[in-house]
C-alpha cells in the first residue's frame, strides 16, 4: 500500500497540536526533531516537517497529499486547494493595529495609508471589498516594529491574546479575519492517487472517531425508576438510554453520552430528579 504524505509544521505554534492529532488517531511516528522525513511504523502515513508557508506549496506541487496550516497561510497563498477538515486549533485573528497616536474611525481611516503585513492578498482582498485604497509593505516577522522605523503607518498581523502590540506601542482597532488550522489537500487528489486517498479516508474516520468524542461525555447514575420517562427527555442520548434494573425494584442504572455543552444543564435536571451517584467519564472514541 502506498504512504500517504503529510506535510506538518516542523516547529512552531502548530506542531505539537499536528503531532497529538495523528497521535491520538493511534498512528505511531518518531519524533527526532532533526529528521525532516519519517514513516510511521504502524499507519501508511510519512511525514514531512517543514516550514508553515511552504506547506501550501508542497500541497499544490503533489509533493505531499495532505497539510495541516493555517487558513490565514493557506489563503495568502491563494492556490486552489481543498480543504478537508477545520482542525479548530491555533486560533487566531488578523487585526489592523495602529500607533497609539492614530486617529482610527473605521476601516476607510486607512485609505491611503502603508499598511505592513505578512498577509498582503488577505489584506488587500477584504480592505478593496471596504472600498478602501492602501499601499502594502510585505515583511515576513516583526512587523509590530514597522511603524516605529517609519516603513509603514500601521500594521495588519496575527493577533491571539495582544499583549504583542502592546509591548510595541500598538493597539488593535479592527479584526478583518479569523483563521485556525486546516487539514488541506489537492483537488485532483482522489481522481489521481486512489490507493493513497483510500488512506487518507481511512484517517480522516479516525480523526472525525476521536473529535466526536471530545465534545461528549459518558454519564452514568441511579434514578428512581418512576422519574426514566422525564431523565431520558432531558438527556436524549445516541439513541436512547441504556436502563438496567437494580435489586431494589423503585430504581434503575441510566448510561447515556451528553454533549459537552450541554453536561451542566443536564447534570443539574437530573439531580432535581432524584439521580444519585452520577459517574461522568471521558470518552476516548466514539462512532455514530
Ligand atoms: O518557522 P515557520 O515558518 O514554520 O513558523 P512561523 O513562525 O511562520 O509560524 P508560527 O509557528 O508563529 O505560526 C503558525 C500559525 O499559527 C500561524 O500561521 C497562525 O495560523 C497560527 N497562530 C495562532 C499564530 C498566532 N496564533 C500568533 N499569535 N501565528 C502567529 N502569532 C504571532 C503574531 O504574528 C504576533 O507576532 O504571535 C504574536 C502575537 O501574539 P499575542 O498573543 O501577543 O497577540
Ligand atoms: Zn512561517
Known sequence: MKNLRIAVQKSGRLSEKSLELIRSCGIEFSEDSRVLRTFSPNFPLEFLFVRDDDIPTYVNDGVADIGIV?????DEKGYDLNIVRDLGFAACRLSIAVPNDFDYRDLTSLEGKRIATSYPRITERILKKAGVNASYVTVSGSVEITPQVGIADCICDLVSTGTTLKMNGLKEVEPIYYTSAVMISRKEFEREESERYDVLKRLLVRMDTVAMAKHKKY????LPKKNLNEAAAIIGGMKSPTVTPLMDPDWVSVQSVV?????WTVFESLRELGAEGILVMDIEKMTE
Request: aromatic share 22%; net charge negative.
Open 70 to 74: 493555517g487558513r490565514n497561510e493557506y
Open 219 to 222: 454519564v452514568l447514575f441511579n
Open 259 to 263: 454533549a459537552e455543552d450541554r453536561f
